[in-house]
């Protein structure tokens, strides 16, 4: 048998994967044009607003306002829909830490409840369980591009009287039972971070099809202001969360390209799944028959009799050695000291006992869960075939990491 690579051995594979991100003439041709301009925020601009439309629509939300990133497009939809001091966000631990400071930073709680283990996706069981006189609001994460159970959230949330936040981060263009998400609860956040299927480097949107709630974002992004209002008419109080226009003119090229880009990303992602069909230990997340479009944007995989954390790391830099770009996935923030210590901080000065969370599921997860960098789904049959071959290896010597 080959050796591993992180043994001498050499790699299943050295030739690069597809770059991201993605662009063309088209990107510097509407680049150039903002910069000769001179109008290069949108307080002067209307590129943002154009694409704010474009986004509302392609997302099937009555409403969408920019923001320069997704945690704060988080906070500020917490915000937006009266969250605050000491009150309880219930959400999963097994996302990223965004989806936590986003609460944190305006004096809320986050309480972690579980994931289901078969979609690595927040579980509306255990979410009811969290749930206290003190919750506020229920954050479902879209993880991977895949929609959580919205209709079993969604009728927690309604029978309980809370706002329901989506951390769509991950969910451009993902679909749960014929509608996108976003807007499927009270508002939702996209971020177009580098990472993410659409991207201006940075930024994000948050989308909600309530009027109301979308004057309230507007304030948010825009320093209190309402968006008929006077310039220094502040009615509430806000962050400047604006996008550019630079960056709008970059999201409206990568808006265009989304379409055809997941079409990609979904037959490399069924090539994946057939090449790995059959391969001991090896299982993905379940896609629940409600998911009518998946955002495809990380392809995940559990390996199971890993012998803890740190095995999994070994395998994780093992599978990277092949040529193969992997990641171990999140840590799970119920473990995450920095959260844990703010969330001790805030209930202490409230008089409140630490939430404390058992997380099972979650821990499995954190334990035997990976996913391909997110431009493997850009490649080709071949990349696909050696992926699945890298996997194979590096589990026929697992036993030596
Ligand atoms: C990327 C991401 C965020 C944060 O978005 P930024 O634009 O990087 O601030 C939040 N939640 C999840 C699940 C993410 O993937």
């Not at 694409?51 to 497009?73: I, K, M, P, S, W």
């Not at 579980?114 to 927040?122: E, G, I, K």
């Not at 869960?369 to 071949?382: D, K, N, R």
Request: aromatic share 6%; proline share 5%.
């Amino acid at each position: 048998m080959d050796e591993l690579a992180i043994h001498g051995g050499d790699p299943v594979r050295t030739d690069p994967f597809p770059a991201w991100p993605v662009s063309s003439d088209a990107e510097e041709r509407a680049l150039r044009a903002v910069l000769a301009s001179g109008r290069w925020s949108s307080t002067h601009g209307s590129e943002v607003r154009a694409f704010e439309r474009e986004f509302a629509d392609y997302q099937q939300a009555e409403h969408c306002v920019a923001v320069c990133n997704g945690t704060l497009g988080l906070t500020a939809a917490l915000k937006a829909l009266g969250v605050g001091i000491g009150d309880e966000v219930v959400m999963p631990a097994y996302t990223f830490v965004g989806s936590a400071t986003a609460a944190l930073m305006i004096g809320a709680i986050p309480v972690f409840a579980d994931v289901d283990p078969s979609t690595h996706l927040l579980d509306p069981r255990s979410t009811e369980a969290a749930i206290t006189d003190r919750t506020a609001a229920i954050m479902p994460v879209h993880l991977a591009g895949q929609p959580c159970d919205m209709d079993a959230l969604l009728k927690v949330a309604s029978s309980r009287g809370l706002a329901v936040v989506e951390d769509a981060a991950q969910g451009h263009g993902a679909e749960w039972r014929g509608q996108r998400v976003g807007a499927l609860g009270d508002a939702g956040m996209f971020s177009f971070q580098t990472s993410k299927n659409m991207t201006a480097g940075e930024g994000g949107a948050v989308a909600t099809n309530s009027a109301d709630v979308g004057r309230r974002l507007y304030a948010q992004a825009n320093v209190g202001r309402v968006p008929d209002g006077d310039w220094y008419q502040h009615e509430h109080v806000g962050f400047n969360l604006r996008l550019t226009e630079f960056q709008a003119v970059i999201l409206r090229e990568q808006l265009r390209r989304h379409p055809a880009q997941t079409r990609h990303r979904e037959t490399q992602w069924n090539r994946l799944t057939e090449q790995v069909a059959g391969v001991p230990r090896l299982s993905m997340p379940v896609i629940d028959e409600r998911v009518t479009a998946h955002g495809r944007h990380l392809f995940t995989f559990r390996v199971a009799g890993l012998e803890g954390l740190a095995h999994k790391k070994r395998f994780v830099r093992a599978l990277a050695a092949e040529g193969i770009p992997v990641s171990g996935g999140y840590v799970g923030l119920h473990h995450n000291e920095a959260i844990r210590r703010e969330i001790r901080t805030i209930t202490g000065r409230l008089g409140r006992p630490e939430p404390v969370s058992e997380l099972p599921a979650t821990d499995d997860v954190v334990a035997e869960a990976m996913w391909l960098s997110p431009q493997t789904l850009l490649g080709t049959h071949e990349d696909a075939e050696t992926i699945a071959a890298a996997i194979r290896k590096v589990l026929d010597h697992s036993t030596q990491l």
